[in-house]
């Protein structure tokens, strides 16, 4: 998954560059400023002082040291006073120079922590929004860097308050009682293969140097075999119903019937080229949930169509969990923004989507 939301300290992860949210001083500070100086140690502040400081929106590198990443990229995000004063534009800037920086010192992993949205007071809802919308579109144009977005504190995470009450309103009206609490706190019921949020899970896993560092838990998207047939019109979904075609098979016809090139859908749904030519080269390919859910989204479908496409894996959409309400609310109002559902998945504590 190219971009990811994890909850963590970014201190301990094992990616190849850390960005740290700093002050013009790059002499430390606070906050994740702070944390990432105790961690790098001594060496990380005489570094720093040879650096000259940093104008908001720029970023400098300096080693690693003690912390588990090779580099550290300082930027200056700006304070919020506002958002009249260039704030957007500025804090844009801090997330597309950090990518530059390493980028051009061959960096294949980034982690970046909400920058401006602690002391600096950026509202969180709209640091996330700049941080995603940036990331999202260097990546349209670059393949080779995973990015984590580190969030350290789920509970001040916020995303846009109208779309969490409409999402919240929606969640309570379709999940049945008995399923009140969030999948995490029920025993999940396990699929048969592993989905890709476990592979999520372990992926995350592996960049925390140590076991302890809390990653959002992963959920076993839970596998609803649908009973019912849902009757079809003469369309996509009813195509893709009376063809007996796996779901790679499958895939490749929408892609081609979209019009869409390879690159354009597996971008748009959060997943790599490497996992994207694992499912083009293998015909019997297996997918997670999550990952087919990726490909609807990117591709845009309607419900019915999701379900069919869902179907050719073996799953399906269903209102006995919270991921797959939320999943169903962005489609039915057309809101294809990956990168949006994802938030809203984070911050409802559900596993996110893309691989
Ligand atoms: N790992 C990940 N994220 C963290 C960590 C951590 N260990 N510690 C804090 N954060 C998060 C905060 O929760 C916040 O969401 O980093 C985000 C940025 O908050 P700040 O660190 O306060 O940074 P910022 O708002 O950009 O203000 C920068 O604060 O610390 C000083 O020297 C720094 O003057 C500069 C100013």
Known sequence: MPVKIIRGDITKLHVDAVVNAANSSLLGGGGVDGCIHRAAGRELLDECRLLGGCKTGDAKITKGYNMPCKYIIHTVGPVWRGGHNNEPELLASCYRKSLELAAEHDCTSIAFPLISSGVYGYPKD???????????EYIF???????????YNRDRFEIDEKLYSDVNEYINANLPEMYSGSITEQEPRMNRDIPDDFDDYYDVMSIFSDREASVSEPLSSVQEYSTEKISFDDSLESMLDNMDESFSDALLHII?????????????????????????????????????IAFAIALELNLDETQSLLRTAGFALSHSNKFDIIIEYFIIHGTYDIFQINETLFKFGQATIGG
């Open 126 to 136: 709209k640091a996330i929004r700049v941080a995603m919308d940036t990331v999202k």
């Open 141 to 151: 144009s670059h393949d080779d860097i995973d990015v984590y977005i580190v969030v």
């Open 256 to 292: 081609d019937s979209k019009g869409m090139t390879d690159v354009q859908c597996y971008k748009k749904a959060n997943i790599s080229r490497k996992h994207f030519s694992k499912i083009r080269s293998d015909v019997n390919y297996r997918p997670g949930k999550s990952t087919v």
